[in-house]
């Protein structure tokens, strides 16, 4: 319980640090101000700061007293282009961009991770690697800091990450061994036909109406395709085709997104859009192209350090929910991460009905109950104590 203790001790320390990096959100690769602050203060504590890592990441290397494990602990520092409707006094001062997602309690989590373990050398063995990434909403921002090397020098041999998850109440945790969060993709299709008079539709091929039929037609690889203990989502969320009330367009464009957990169902969903999409609209005399761009990975944890992490928050939260079956088609670039480092991505339950605290992931009027950031402090330096 002393490590539980050490994290309340810490409350006022990061939640000071939340509502300051709420109140300064940035955008993907933008996280200038929010770096500055993270590598001001592990420089303080004494660790190794390396800095510009993918443009605006951070890493931090804490030396225990003793040879051991290289445990990597991530944490994300971007906002989102949202027009923050909280109220609160730590609102965002920056138009258009908030906090919405819960990554500046992440960063702030990550700081007081890190003044804990440092106050805790003499108990370490090995080395903890703090990477602070930036970019984590769809841009790249972990493939990047991968790509510039940070899972070397040291190679990490255990890697852990959180997410607070507004989606459940203050007292819940999701620790869950395999798949957690779905592989993503974004698809954007063209379908193109000939255009013509809206009053004389017999003399072209109307794309909008092929559209139509292939957004219907998409829906059917989750229902018919797949095995019915398999899982998908394909969501068509953008279309955009023509300006004119009488002007039957010669192209319309639609973009969405694909979510996946595993890889064959991933190639089955793939080839059957494309399929359908070409199929469909070839039938009404028009063409489709189909682009695909990867997000991230399938987030998948490893069985032993997955139930490392759910002992040890047995311990600390005696009284609380953990869910040991929770996955979600979100997704989380944490899982390059992951590819070829074992480890664990755990949610820790953030919201609070009674306090209005339960707007969802990426709204306007997303806050949290901020004692979930003690627990939180405590599940991540706890775990590393027991690896170490």
């Known amino acids: 319980m002393t490590i539980l203790n050490d994290a309340q001790n810490l409350f006022d320390y990061v939640r000071e640090h939340r509502r300051d990096f709420h109140r300064h959100p940035e955008l993907g690769f933008q996280e200038k101000r929010t770096a500055a602050v993270v590598a001001d203060e592990l420089a303080g ?21 003793k040879p051991g494990k290289v445990v990597l602990l991530r944490f994300d520092m971007d906002a989102l282009p949202i027009q923050e409707q909280t109220g609160v ?8 961009v908030m906090h919405a997602c ?16 440092s106050q805790k050398r003499e108990d370490l063995a090995g080395t903890i690697k703090f990477v602070f990434q930036p970019a984590e909403e769809g841009l790249g921002g972990a493939k990047a800091m991968v790509d510039a090397g940070v899972l070397e020098n040291p190679k990490p041999d255990v890697a852990l990450g959180l997410h607070l998850w507004n989606e459940q109440p203050v ?8 798949a957690i969060m779905a592989a993503a993709e974004i698809f954007e299709v063209k379908i193109t036909g000939k255009g013509s008079h809206g009053a004389l539709p017999h003399q072209g091929f109307d794309p909008v109406l092929a559209t139509a039929q292939v957004i219907s037609a998409l829906q059917g690889i989750v229902s018919r395709n797949l095995p019915p203990l398999e899982t998908a989502v394909v969501s068509v969320t953008s279309v955009q085709g023509g300006e004119a009330f009488n002007v039957i367009p010669s192209m319309v464009e639609l973009k969405g997104t694909i979510r996946t957990f595993t890889p064959e169902v991933r190639e089955l969903v793939l080839e059957r859009f494309r399929q359908v999409s070409e199929g469909v609209a070839g039938s009404m005399g028009c063409r489709a192209e189909v682009l695909f761009s990867s997000i991230t990975p399938t987030v998948v944890n490893d069985p032993g350090i997955t139930r490392l992490v759910d002992q040890v928050a047995g311990k600390l939260f005696p009284n609380d929910h953990i869910d040991q079956n929770f996955c979600t088609m979100g997704s989380e670039d944490m ?19 009674a306090k209005g605290l339960n707007a969802g992931h990426h709204h306007p009027c997303f806050d949290f109950d901020e004692q979930a950031l003690v627990k939180g402090v405590a599940l991540m330096a706890g775990t590393v104590l027991e690896l170490t």
């Open 335 to 353: 899982a390059y991460f992951m590819e070829s480092t074992p480890g664990c991505f755990f949610m820790i339950g953030s919201a609070n009905e």
């Open 45 to 65: 504590l004494g660790l190794e700061v390396t800095t510009g890592i993918a443009k605006t990441g951070v890493t931090a290397l804490l030396h225990g007293h």
């Open 89 to 96: 006094d730590y609102a965002s001062e920056v138009p258009g």
């Open 171 to 178: 007292g819940w945790m999701g620790i869950t061994s395999g």
């Open 102 to 117: 819960g990554h500046d309690g992440h960063t702030a989590i990550g700081l007081a991770v890190a003044r804990l373990l």
